[in-house]
């Protein structure tokens, strides 16, 4: 495999895979359990899961370490198992893909809030990424994304702290935005093109979004990155929100949909188009077909 | 000077609305004008300019600190003079939830609007829920969740409240992404809020408060 950023600034469009707790959910993860604690305690479970997304056709493949930072995992009173969490779940992915597929760390946010708005220190915050961050000195990885984040002070510290960690590794930074009468927001107020100037200037090598409410609204959002730079984006969508159906919750966007819409991506320079909540192997392998040049 | 005040609630002075609250004291304005006129009325834009997305969560957190910093203040001699609040609302977010940045909104709506707001926090048992709003004679408990999967601890909530005879002493209402009108129907929750200012229309219209 070349490496990650060299295949895509030959204008391959890379696959990454769908979600993570959707699929640790339908395999026994409990509400109130830590997600990151199955890493120690089934390991197997990552791997099955693993093995599913990259049957699917995924390029790329994310850890179980969303909330592995130890911020984090202190709300479980696990963050003096950080170490160990964030190393077996690259490890786990590791054993499945050997090297047909690339591995991303996953870094979510911490949940705190800086201060004057909460009550964190930007140095706590630097730690706690820090922290997460050096298990990709023991075990190593083929790309860092840092996603979900709605504050830019924030993702500034997690993506300059990843940088210092790892100078070599593609860092790839997406931000969750609503859509509001006014535009594109995150809940804490940043535009799409505060993003993109804020996480470029940070030293993130990939720019996006993910989560969100569903692919059409993501679809706007790329194209609106797309005006505000040249740099290769991310996207990785919701399948829409969550809907109820006899006692039941369900993700309504499905496969097919998903993929028939994200044909439109490459086209505002999206280069790694994933899944987030409510996708499942059944909407990345729709996706690769999408992608499969004559499809 | 309770424009001032209410102003320098939007900008989030702590300072300026703490010095004008006791300005305001100083000159023997009615405590309950100063609440209503000041802080109050501060905190209503606040909660319509979040609304209309002019301004963002950092504004609105900034402001709840100064109106704290005002109703510290304000406070005691609300207490002295015997002015009630509006109601007392016990709010959380349920067992098994990390998730309170919504849960906090709603409770800084809530208190920008006069009610009395006991937080339990996050990861809150319904047992918790339910003896705290017998404890402090609430008259409602909100139940906040981001998660799918924290939603049924509503439903436990709610059965434990009618095991305990509270039915129609204590409302319950709830709210978080997840969650929908319907849902509140299904598990027999009195209400469902979409936001934290609909929570206060909705803590309004149960307690019969204009």
Known sequence: MLPLLEQISRGEVLLADGAMGTMLFERGLKSGQCPESINLSAPHLLEEIATLYLQAG?????????????????????????????????????????????????????????????????????????KQLTCILTEPVDMITIETMTDLAEATIAVETARQIAPDIPICATMTFDCTPRGFFTIMGVTVEQAATGLLEAGADIIGSNCGNGIDNMTKIAAEFGKCTNAPLMIQSNAGLPEEKDGHLFYPEAPEFMAEKCRKLPSAGVRIIGGCCGTTPAHIAAIRKTLTPGN | MLNQLSDSLLTGNADAVASLVKQAIDQKLDPNNILNDGLIAGMTVVGQKFKSHEIFLPDVLIAAKAMN??????????????????????????QGDLHDIGKNLVGIMLKGAGFEVIDLGKDVAPETFVEAAIENEAQIIGLSALLTTTMPVMKKVVNLATEKGLTGKIKIIIGGAPTTSD????????????????????????????
């Open chain 1, 58 to 130: 995924a390029d790329i493949l994310h850890t179980n370490t969303f909330g592995g930072s130890p911020l984090k995992l202190a709300e479980y009173g696990l963050d003096d198992q950080c170490h160990q969490i964030n190393c077996q779940a690259i490890r786990s992915v590791r054993s499945v893909v050997t090297d047909k597929a690339y591995i991303s760390l996953s870094c979510g946010p911490s949940g705190r809030l800086l201060k004057p708005y909460g009550d964190t220190d930007p140095e706590e915050l630097k730690e706690s990424y820090k």
């Open chain 2, 69 to 94: 910093a005002g109703m510290e203040i304000l406070k005691p001699l609300l207490v002295k003079e015997g002015i009630p609040s509006i109601g007392r609302i016990v709010i959380g977010t349920v």
């Open chain 2, 183 to 210: 849902y509140a129907n299904e598990i027999g929750a009195d209400a469902y809020c979409y936001d934290g200012i609909n929570a206060v229309d909705c803590a309004r219209r149960i307690l019969g408060v204009a």
